[in-house]
């Protein structure tokens, strides 16, 4: 009898997981009778529909085509795209899901709750916004590169898992995270895309769930060391004629006690990669005149993107989380919003600079 | 109706064995022995008078029969049988049992007919192999002797490594037929009477005809017939038998065998090997904790391959589900049947490389390795990406260093399988869950099976799943709750 207490709660335990947890009634995926699809491109449409897109066969070396519906609903486009094609399609590997810039900017709430409340829908799925013809892409690209969709995945990880500050990389669950907190905005990565090109543009800034603006550029660089990765692989100052490389920022919000002004400390060290001016870095004092150079500029640039921020209502840097405290809220989300286009900014850059050049100058 | 069949009358079998009150004569001694052709009889005129002796010469050392029995009795100028033969163990015989019993093991009945006495001694032929290295437990370092089937000499080996007076013997004779030997060992001040008393309860209530492996002599002992896992550990070492009688454990060793059994054990044990206890602990506890991962994997690797194909195929990274997806893309078989005809495959394979002479199982392995795994999934029939699981779940399997456990992997294998097949991995969790509350409901002489876990002794930690230095292990396992806790002098 010894034996018999510790099975029976096992199985106890066991029936308990069983019947709490999912349903014990499994659907059959066996893989080489499926498709799962990898992604979703989905745009709206002029008579207010939306326009589904995915690539058919996914993952097999097979002639590929593109597949595009009209819909009212999501789920509609993803139940009447097995209509179309012999192997029953999968939502389960869905990987990626690019949203017409239009469509962002009238808002992406329901879209992003319907995929996210979908139990066999990741949330590492990748949301990116397209601004241009993504299907003309992928029609064109399909004869060149096959596997487009697998390897499209594969440039989305690999700058998701090395974060060198080249892309603003945002999953599922990111994006919900930021959208339902109360002090950040979401964001999310800009690609262009146009029939022989897909390329990244910059940062989405979200106002909520609607789009407000997007950076690129000097802007997008600067905001991947104020908040994102807060390292750039390679910073390229083309009015200075320098490249920075390895450049790691240990950036300081502080709001005063009045919250009337934003101080930003920002100390930034890198390797000085190329440099193409005329400024002799083996003389201390040329190199320092460089430096104070560089850090007026990014100064600049950081209170020109802040600005910018203020003005479109987006906080995508977290700053309201400042005016939080242990114990209380100082002020709500929206008292937040408010106040944040008033707030006066004092940004402060300190730059360390590894020179590695002989200097041009000799 | 009467049956079809009429059941005979059950007769009484004609060898059940004579009451032991019936005495001794010579007729009816004859009559016990006849139709034995190998039976010898023979008188021999002594200075006492005539001597017979009776044996059975298939049975006895013939050279030793002259020296030890013949010539001391031809020259002999006592008046009795006993004070003649000096040099051989004599002992007195009262009734027919008792004679039948030494005849059939090697004894020379020698019967006095003036005083009406009848004596046994023991004149076995010593029907022994040299003593070998062990074939199922081979170890790079350590001893390199293993058991034979000559029960005296395997207990010569382990009183070699324990020469201590607390190492005691008790011995026991089992079957009705087979009258097999079994010695039970273990040593006084370490050993808990309560397994001694269990032990010796259950080898009294043995009740069978023939013995002819110790593993038969373990089933009927065991607390669990019904289950594939064993409750004894069956080893062929004497240094494996002496390390479990210096922690508290009881050795059987049973005529006739060339394995000991060793209990109470725990499902861990079945993990360890002798070597452990030999190499650095460092390595050792590597070496230990990859024969418990790679008994994982073998459960394991190819049911969750059929759960994944099958149900799961979300949980796989895109990269492998990209190459899965080619392989399987033309495949007749759905993942179960593909993984049931292989497993089976398999199966037939190591079976018959086992049964085959040597050279014929290297041609065998070749067969199975390279036509039967290259030409299925040249054919089409079973995707590259599970012959290569197969291949690793199989060699895996063998890490275990229990000849026994690597039978058992394949039976839950299987059980996990079904259950993958049907319910994905939540089946292979379930399948898990049934086995781990099997084995905490297992017991092994009425110890827990799956102790130090449950029940939790944390002690024994330090020799579980990495075996901790030398030095660090001062206390016997607790599971075990022996007489003497500790192994160093200074703390007793």
């Known amino acids: 009898m010894k034996g018999y207490k510790p099975t029976s709660l096992l199985f106890v335990f066991c029936f308990l997981i069983v019947m709490s947890g999912c349903s014990p009634y499994t659907e059959n995926n066996i893989v080489e009778e499926i498709a799962p699809v990898i992604f979703w491109s989905i745009k709206n449409d002029p008579n207010g529909q939306l326009s589904i897109t995915t690539l058919v066969p996914p993952l ?35 990987r990626m899901l690019f949203i017409n810039k239009e469509l962002a900017f009238k808002g992406i709430r329901t879209l992003i709750n319907t995929l996210f409340t979908d139990p066999d829908v990741s ?41 060198q500050g080249d892309m603003s990389i945002v999953n599922l669950h990111e994006f919900m995270k930021q959208l339902y907190s109360p002090f950040q905005d979401p964001i999310l990565p800009v690609f262009k895309a146009d029939k022989n090109n897909f390329t990244y543009e910059g940062t989405a800034l979200f106002h909520g769930d609607k789009l407000k603006t997007t950076i ?120 937040w919003k408010d106040q944040w286009e008033n707030i006066k900014l004092d940004v402060h850059f300190s730059l360390k600079i590894q020179p590695v050049t002989t200097g041009n100058k000799m | 109706m009467g049956s079809l069949f009429p059941k005979k009358p059950r007769q009484k079998s004609k060898s059940e064995p004579l009451s032991s009150k019936i005495p001794l004569t010579d007729e009816l001694l004859k009559k016990s022995l006849a139709n034995m052709e190998d039976l010898e009889i023979i008188a021999l005129n002594t200075n006492i008078g005539t001597v017979f002796l009776y044996y059975i010469k298939t049975l006895i050392d013939n050279e030793r029969l002259n020296e030890v029995i013949v010539e001391p009795l031809n020259h002999c100028s006592k008046d009795q049988i006993a004070k003649c033969l000096m040099n051989a163990k004599i002992e007195k015989l009262s009734n027919l049992e008792e004679a039948e019993k030494k005849i059939v093991q090697g004894s020379i009945l020698l019967y006095d007919p003036t005083q009406n006495h009848w004596f046994a001694t023991l004149l076995e032929t010593p029907l022994s192999r040299s003593i070998e290295p062990p074939e199922t437990e081979t170890v790079i370092y350590g001893a390199k002797d293993s058991f034979v089937e000559q029960i005296d000499q395997n207990i010569t080996m382990i009183r070699q490594r324990l020469p201590v007076t607390a190492l005691k013997t008790e011995t026991f004779n089992i079957g009705s037929l087979s009258r097999t030997k079994v010695v039970m060992m273990y040593i006084e001040d370490i050993t808990n009477p309560e397994f001694i008393t269990i032990a010796r309860e259950k080898i009294k209530a043995i009740d069978f005809d023939q013995f002819l492996d110790s593993s038969q002599v373990a089933a009927f002992m065991e607390d669990h017939k019904n289950t594939p896992f064993p ?51 460092i390595i050792a506890s590597f070496l230990r904790c990859i024969r418990f991962s790679s008994f994982f994997l073998a459960l394991t690797l190819v049911p969750l391959y059929v759960a994944i194909t099958t149900h799961n195929y979300e949980i796989l990274p895109l990269q492998i589900l990209y190459v899965l997806l080619e392989t399987r893309s033309k495949l007749p078989f759905t993942p179960f049947w593909e993984a049931t005809l292989m497993l089976i495959t398999l199966e037939i394979i190591k079976e018959a490389s086992l049964r085959m002479p040597t050279k014929s199982g290297q041609i065998l392995g070749v067969i199975g390795g390279i036509v039967i795994g290259q030409a299925t999934v040249q054919a089409g029939f ?47 969790v379930l399948g898990m869950i049934i086995i781990i509350a099997h084995l905490v409901g297992l017991t092994s002489l009425k110890q827990p099976y799956f102790a130090p876990i449950t029940p939790l002794y944390l002690k024994d930690w330090n020799d579980l799943f990495i075996r901790g230095p030398l030095t660090s292990i001062k206390e016997r396992p607790s599971f075990l709750s022996p007489l003497q806790r500790w192994r160093i002098k200074k703390r007793r």
């Open chain 2, 382 to 428: 079973v995707s590259n990406v599970f012959i290569v699981l197969v291949g690793i779940s199989a060699i895996a399997s063998f890490l275990v260093p229990n000849y026994l456990m690597t039978k058992i992997i394949t039976l839950l294998q299987f059980f996990l399988l079904v259950l993958s097949s049907l319910l994905g991995i939540p089946g292979i």
């Open chain 1, 60 to 94: 097999i070396k097979e002639t590929k085509q593109t597949f595009t519906l009209k819909v009212d609903l999501i789920k509609q486009g993803g139940k009447e795209f097995n209509l179309k094609y012999y192997r029953e399609l999968k939502t389960g590997q869905l």
């Open chain 1, 123 to 163: 949330s590492r799925l990748y949301i990116v916004i397209v601004d241009g013809d993504f299907e003309a892409y992928l029609k064109n690209q399909l004869s060149k590169q096959p596997s487009l969709d697998y390897f499209l995945y594969r440039m989305l990880k690999h700058y998701e898992k090395y974060n």
């Open chain 1, 216 to 335: 690129n550029n000097m802007d997008d660089q600067i905001f991947q060391l104020l908040g994102n990765d807060r390292y750039v692989k390679l910073l390229a100052l083309p009015k200075q004629k320098l490249v920075l490389g390895r450049v790691r920022s240990k950036v300081e919000f502080r709001l005063d006690q009045t919250t009337k002004v934003l101080h930003v400390t920002d100390q930034i060290n890198g390797r000085l990669e190329e440099y193409q001016g005329n400024k002799n870095l083996l003389n201390q004092s040329e190199l320092s005149s460089l430096n104070k150079e560089v850090e007026v500029y990014l100064e600049h640039e950081t209170t020109e993107l802040l600005k910018n921020m203020q003005k479109e209502k987006v906080d995508p840097l977290q700053i309201g989380l400042l005016t939080t405290s242990p114990f209380f809220e100082r002020m709500t989300s929206k008292e």
């Open chain 2, 231 to 281: 409750q004894f550990l069956e080893t062929e070492r004497p240094d494996a038998c002496s390390n479990s009688l210096a922690l508290g454990k009881i050795v059987f060793l049973v005529d006739k065998t060339a394995y000991g059994l060793v209990g109470p054990i725990n499902f861990f044990h079945l993990f360890q090997s002798p070597e452990d206890y030999f190499l650095r602990w």
